[in-house]
């Protein structure tokens, strides 16, 4: 079976929903891109994966489930599987014409360290309810074999990147919660790491301030001041002199903007994820040409013009002037992945995560009666 019809989903830590895309693609190229869709997560849902994230804090087992963990897995799995039952009807898409679900789940804890990294979401469960294969737990095999477990999507830009026309090297940038850089140059295998802090820190700053957890258009940052020595000072740590690959948790970072006004605050936080990406160019061998901005970060225009000043001088364009998806990608990519899976070909690589070797990964779930694809 070559080209397979896939779906993605993807709930990233800035825990704002649930991200649907469908592309075709036999695991190594796309060969078409569907339809895209989105399920936002209710207000007392966040709320619910908030108290997730410190319930995980403690966890030392990652199938345990106390606290509300299994409140929220539960809530999770339902919360995705009502996305791709929207996504079927809105798009009338008969469940029988897609081969797999690519199923991230809700990360709330990743101690790469530790050898620890749990997403919640029943992957059985899923696919039992919407009759569909689902490949899920995509992170554990890496981790298990002395990997980081992330990032995970490198293989699926290198996939996007062979058709692109522009100079290498390429570097990817995705900023979600934490962001996370690819950097394509020829090889036959990608290089990436986490850079740092991504949207997380800006939001969670943004929601204890105005109630809303994002700077929506940039537009507190474009009005305040940037408190370069905060920003030297968090750059000081032990992550950003780590070699790569390297990886991060959503909460990795205590920062202390109490101080701040709202403006001065997202300035500065804002300044701190330009500040961290352009901090990658230290362990490159050579600097990147090309830099595109993938994920929610690619919306906030006062971070495009941040990125665009620290990593000058190279080109910094959003991944929809070059004609990808900013909202989807990730999407895509574990509708990507999840083929790949099936073919029991490697998601990780030793320079995405510091895998001893290209590694498959995923589990897998199939409905009642359904037989293995390979």
């Given amino acids: ?104 789940g809700q990360t709330v804890l990743h101690r790469p360290a530790r050898r620890l990294t749990v997403q919640l979401g029943d992957g059985e469960a899923l696919a039992a309810r919407l009759g569909i294969a689902v490949v899920y737990d995509f992170r554990a095999a890496d981790l298990a074999h002395g990997g980081q477990g992330a990032p995970l999507v490198p293989v699926f830009h290198r996939a996007l990147a062979q058709r692109l026309a522009r100079p290498r090297p390429l570097a990817i940038l995705n900023v979600g919660g934490v962001a996370n850089v690819t950097v394509i140059d020829g090889a036959e295998e ?11 820190l800006l939001d969670d700053f943004m929601l204890a301030r105005t109630g809303v957890a994002c700077d929506p258009g940039g537009a507190a940052a474009a009005q305040g001041r940037v408190d370069e020595a905060f920003v030297a000072a968090v750059l000081s740590r032990p992550f950003f002199s780590k070699k790569c690959p390297k990886s991060l948790d959503r909460n990795e970072f205590v920062v202390d903007t109490s101080a701040y006004s709202t403006p001065d605050g997202a300035a500065t936080l804002t300044a701190l994820t330009a500040a961290a990406a352009a901090r990658a160019l230290d362990h490159l061998p050579e600097a990147p040409r090309t830099w595109i901005v993938a994920g929610g970060g690619a919306r906030n225009p006062t971070l495009m013009r941040m990125l665009a000043e620290r990593l000058a001088p190279a080109r910094v364009e959003t991944a929809a002037e070059v004609g990808w998806s900013i909202d989807f990608l990730e999407a895509q990519a574990f ?21 001893p070797r290209p590694l498959p990964g995923g589990r897998h779930a199939r409905p009642p009666g359904q037989r293995a694809v390979v």
């Avoid at 804090?57 to 599987?81: C, F, K, N």
């Avoid at 990608?190 to 997380?200: E, L």
Wanted: glycine content about 12%; hydrophobic content about 45%; charged content about 25%.
């Fill in 190 to 200: 990608p290089w990436a790491c986490d850079t740092g802090p991504g949207n997380a």
């Fill in 335 to 355: 509708a990507f992945l999840a083929v790949r899976s099936q073919k029991g070909w490697p998601i990780t690589f030793p320079g995405t995560t510091g895998a």
């Fill in 1 to 104: 079976m070559g080209v397979r019809r896939a779906i993605g989903l993807m709930s990233g830590t800035s825990l704002d929903g649930v991200d649907v895309a469908l592309i075709e693609t036999d695991g190594e190229t796309v060969a078409a891109f569907g339809p895209t869709g989105y399920r936002p997560y209710a207000e007392a849902e966040r709320r619910l994966l908030r108290r997730a994230l410190v319930d995980a804090a403690a966890l030392t087992d990652r199938s345990a489930r106390p606290g509300v963990l299994a409140e929220a897995e539960a809530m999770v799995t339902e919360a995705h599987a009502d996305a791709v039952e929207r996504f079927l009807r809105d798009h009338r898409i008969a469940p029988g014409t897609v081969d797999v679900v690519g199923f991230h």
